[in-house]
């Protein structure tokens, strides 16, 4: 093995030999404090165990057929693994996750001891691989719905991201990076999808540092206050100044932030956060988002011919689906069946 390969295998090596000893830290942490890191350390694992198999099999032609059978079976379980962790971060029901997973355990193991790959290579490397991709790319699909606002944040809003949502943009991200470098493997390179395994590998534990540092829990974003206790005086300012968010009609603005509307009101967006969060048991987002719809209401009422989108858009909501969202949700009832409710 020449020096190139060498470097190769070492930087391949090592993401894979990271992965497993991150599994079983997340394992840990699952057991302490986070469930949904039981998630996120079966799809660390189940991608290592992919990673190792194409590692050996790149530079060793001779690799068992029971290792590579094993290798290629993992993969069935990297999609389901991502969109159960991701589904679990949002604060959703994962109460049915067993359909997700022991189906396709069981499935692959059926096909692996009546088709073994020893015997049945060519159907293994065709069929069974494609079908292996197609169903990872599947849930790539479906988990996207829990890193679509990240997105959005990202190419619409112009906002930073939070942690939390850079942490599952990143790992949502690298996961379909490493699968297009698999499905793509036979235009470029069998490793790529392993040095791309090592690159999430080395982002994770990045974020781990970070974690460290700033001494709050793993990949969880949590509102902290410092110095809880705020003036009387500086309180009753403070909710006084909240006024004119309704006065000035800022929550029509649909780019409307934090940190604007603090400058506007001339205090701090920590402080502000704390004033809502504690007087009105809710997020400034939450706290916008309720006197948009009070002003759709208002809209729905008077303005008889506007159109249902027209009267969210007037109302500070950046899109259609936003408000539709967030007025069933506040409301129990979609825009429509508000106003057939109210006569109109």
């Not at 829990?146 to 990202?154: H, M, N, R």
Request: hydrophobic share 45%.
């Amino acid at each position: 093995m020449n020096s190139g390969n060498q470097l190769l295998f070492f930087f391949s090596a090592i993401g894979a030999f990271n992965g497993f000893i991150l599994a079983f830290y997340f394992f840990y942490s699952a057991y302490n404090r986070n469930f949904s890191n039981y998630f996120l350390g079966f799809l660390l694992l189940s991608l290592s165990i992919r990673i190792t198999k194409s590692l050996f099999f790149y530079f060793n032609d001779n690799l068992s057929d029971v290792f590579i059978q094993i290798g290629l079976s993992g993969c069935i379980l990297i999609g389901p693994f991502l969109f159960l962790y991701l589904k679990k971060q949002n604060k959703r029901n994962v109460l049915y996750w067993a359909w997700h997973i022991f189906p396709c355990l069981i499935g692959i193991t059926i096909l692996g001891v009546l088709l073994p790959y020893s015997k049945h290579r060519s159907l293994w490397s065709i069929w069974v691989v494609k079908s292996i991709y197609l169903q990872w790319f599947f849930y790539i699909g479906l988990s996207f719905p829990y890193v679509k606002e990240a997105f959005k944040t990202v190419f619409t809003k112009n906002e930073k991201l939070k942690n939390i949502q850079l942490w599952q943009l990143s790992l949502y991200l690298g996961v379909a990076v490493i699968w297009l470098s698999y499905y793509t493997a036979s235009y470029t390179s069998y490793i790529v999808g392993a040095l791309s395994f090592s690159f999430i590998v080395y982002l994770i534990v990045l974020l781990l540092v970070f974690r460290i540092n700033k001494n709050s829990t793993f990949f969880e974003e949590k509102i902290r206050y410092e110095g809880k206790n705020l003036d009387h005086d500086l309180l009753a300012e403070i909710k006084q100044k909240l006024l004119l968010i309704t006065e000035k009609e800022l929550y029509l603005n649909p780019q409307l932030t934090l940190a604007e509307t603090a400058k506007e009101l001339n205090v701090s967006p920590h402080i502000l956060s704390q004033v809502v969060n504690e007087n009105f048991n809710k997020s400034f987002n939450v706290y916008i988002n309720e006197l948009r719809v009070e002003s759709a209401k208002r809209f729905l009422l008077i303005n008889k011919n506007f159109t249902i989108e027209s009267v969210g858009y007037a109302s500070g909501f950046n899109s259609k689906s936003s408000f539709f969202t967030v007025f069933k949700k506040m409301t129990g009832q979609t825009p429509a069946e508000y106003q057939k409710t109210q006569g109109l």
